[in-house]
């Protein structure tokens, strides 16, 4: 049985963490130059699958206020897959995404015990409650953009992710990441903290 969870704090774990093991090694030069090209097909995928991760579960919520276990290891599943292709298309790792092995993308959620932990009517404006932190997050999509460009050029010239682009934009993904598994996959009423950490 899970617990309750209190607010977030540094001792209290957000139900949901993200970590990317820094690939400290030289990377494949030749398809980090063609990414754009050879992440469509699997970028496609992702995107189709991606609707049906979140509507159905706010009808379930609101109307049996239950989160069927299935539907949460569908939604884990997912999301580690996602974060694969994500990685991969931010030239964190040059391995083609796998469906089933974590490519140094280590993806962690708490299932929630929808009766005591989720508010039946909250999922109907989460949506709305994460407005600040879509609106950093735009931005820091943009820096993210940024930085990927530079890390593309200093793959193709030394081979090498710069770590500081690396922990920014692996920051920004566990951000994202926290923020969706409050506001869309709703494992959790607990608000997300504004961090890279």
């Known amino acids: 049985m899970v617990t309750a969870q209190a607010p977030f704090s540094a001792?209290?774990?957000?139900?949901?963490?993200?970590?990317?093991?820094?690939?400290?090694?030289?990377?494949?030069?030749?398809?980090?130059?063609?990414?754009?090209?050879?992440?469509?097909?699997?970028?496609?995928?992702?995107?189709?699958?991606?609707?049906?991760?979140?509507?159905?579960?706010?009808?379930?919520?609101?109307l049996r206020k239950t989160y069927p276990k299935w539907w949460f290891d569908w939604n884990l599943a997912f999301v580690k897959f996602s974060t694969r292709v994500k990685a991969y298309m931010f030239l964190i790792n040059d391995a083609y995404p796998s469906t089933y092995e974590?490519?140094?993308?280590?993806?962690?959620?708490?299932?929630?015990?929808?009766?005591?932990?989720?508010?039946?009517?909250?999922?109907?404006?989460?949506?709305?409650?994460?407005?600040?932190?879509f609106v950093v997050l735009y931005f820091?999509?943009?820096?993210?953009?940024?930085?990927?460009?530079?890390?593309?050029?200093?793959?193709?010239f030394t081979g090498r992710y710069p770590k500081g682009l690396f922990d920014f934009v692996v920051g920004v993904m566990r951000w994202s990441f926290r923020v969706m598994a409050y506001a869309c996959l709703?494992?959790?009423?607990?608000?997300?903290?504004y961090s890279l950490e």
Not at 106 to 125: F, W
Not at 140 to 156: G, K, N, P, Q, V
């Open 140 to 156: 820091l999509a943009i820096a993210t953009s940024l930085c990927e460009i530079i890390a593309w050029f200093a793959i193709l």
């Open 102 to 133: 974590d490519q140094n993308v280590y993806i962690e959620m708490v299932y929630p015990d929808a009766k005591t932990q989720l508010r039946r009517g909250l999922p109907l404006v989460k949506w709305f409650l994460a407005i600040p932190h």
């Open 186 to 193: 709703m494992i959790t009423d607990q608000y997300p903290p």
């Open 11 to 62: 001792s209290v774990p957000y139900p949901a963490s993200l970590n990317i093991d820094y690939p400290d090694r030289k990377l494949n030069k030749l398809t980090s130059f063609f990414r754009i090209f050879t992440m469509l097909p699997v970028a496609v995928l992702m995107s189709l699958l991606g609707f049906v991760t979140s509507i159905p579960l706010v009808l379930i919520i609101l």
